[in-house]
């Protein structure tokens, strides 16, 4: 991927460290630069999940579906679970665009356990939440230890150095003010909704196509499986709870927070990111 990946200006990357909004900005994104080629109701999101509307392009590699990528027609949107610093030159040096979403780290570990948990068909077979919680506050977690924050430092910086071409967007925002931020996304991917769509409440019904509520009980995500990851992932798996922040405080101490909390900000000191 590294040396093959040809980028195109149109190109669009959707960047996040795992179980930080990925399905849900995959069918925000999506969602946004497909919604006037057919009515909201007769959108491919009710029959596709939204990880086989946007595929994640290191996996594409890893499975020899390079030339699938290299098929999809422009404007291109695919993800990927990389670090800045890892991904190819051919990004990072093109004009195309990024959308990095991220998410307190602390209700990614409670996500990425339960996650885990389903993969391996129960919590006997995997480490209880404070074994977890141990190891992912070590720095053990795939995609690189959450501890050194190089994963979301990195968009962070860039996205302040280049706004225009890197969209730094957190969960919890979206959670809070769905609509400011899906126009927040159409503006940055460079097809800001009109007037009229405004007026028509356009803005509102990609934001519920888009929901978890809606997303969940589609069939297509209830029994379904990506192409990517077969049978070994079911659809059903990226979607849990979702519709509020802070499931942490059900899974963790005061103390636990705080010393997750502490160890985060002293890494952020000086970047102008916050939990
Ligand atoms: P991935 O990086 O492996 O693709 P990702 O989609 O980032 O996973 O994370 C899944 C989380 O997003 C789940 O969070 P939870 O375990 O805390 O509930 C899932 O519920 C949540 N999620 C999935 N779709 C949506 C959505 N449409 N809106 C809000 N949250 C969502």
Not at 27 to 41: E, G, K, P, V, Y
Not at 146 to 173: A, D, Q, T
Not at 217 to 223: A, E, I, T, Y
Not at 233 to 248: C, L, P, Q, T, V
Request: proline share 5%; with cysteine; net charge neutral.
């Amino acid at each position: 991927m590294q040396q093959c990946l040809k980028t195109r200006p149109t190109d669009i990357f959707l960047a996040s460290f795992p179980k930080s909004g990925t399905t849900w900005l995959k069918a925000m994104i999506f969602a946004t630069l497909t919604r006037t080629n057919r009515s909201i109701d007769q959108h491919p999101l009710h029959t596709h999940n939204p990880h086989q509307c946007v595929m994640f392009m290191d996996v594409g590699f890893a499975t020899g579906r390079s030339q699938i990528i290299e098929n999809i027609p422009s404007p291109r949107v695919m993800s990927t679970h990389l670090p800045y610093f890892l991904l190819p030159d051919s990004i990072t040096e093109s004009n195309c665009r990024i959308v990095y979403v991220w998410r307190d780290p602390k209700d990614v570990l409670v996500s990425m356990w339960y996650f885990v948990q389903k993969i391996l068909g129960g919590a006997d077979k995997i480490a209880t939440f404070d074994q977890y919680y141990k190891n992912f506050y070590e720095g053990l977690n795939s995609f690189g230890p959450i501890r050194n924050h190089v994963h979301v430092l990195g968009y962070w910086e860039e996205s302040k150095r280049r706004p225009e071409k890197i969209l730094f967007l957190k969960y919890e925002n979206i959670l809070q003010e769905p609509v400011k931020c899906a126009k927040q996304l159409a503006h940055f991917l460079g097809c800001p909704y009109s007037e009229a769509e405004e007026n028509q409440g356009v803005v509102e019904q990609i934001v519920e196509l888009c929901s978890i509520k809606m997303l969940k009980d589609l069939n297509v995500n209830k029994d379904g499986y990506p192409v990517t990851t077969g049978e070994y992932i079911s659809n059903a798996y990226y979607f849990r709870k979702g519709d509020e922040a802070g499931d942490w405080k059900s899974h963790m101490t005061q103390e636990m927070a705080e010393r997750f909390d502490t160890m985060i900000e002293e890494k952020f000191k000086g970047s102008g990111l916050h939990i």
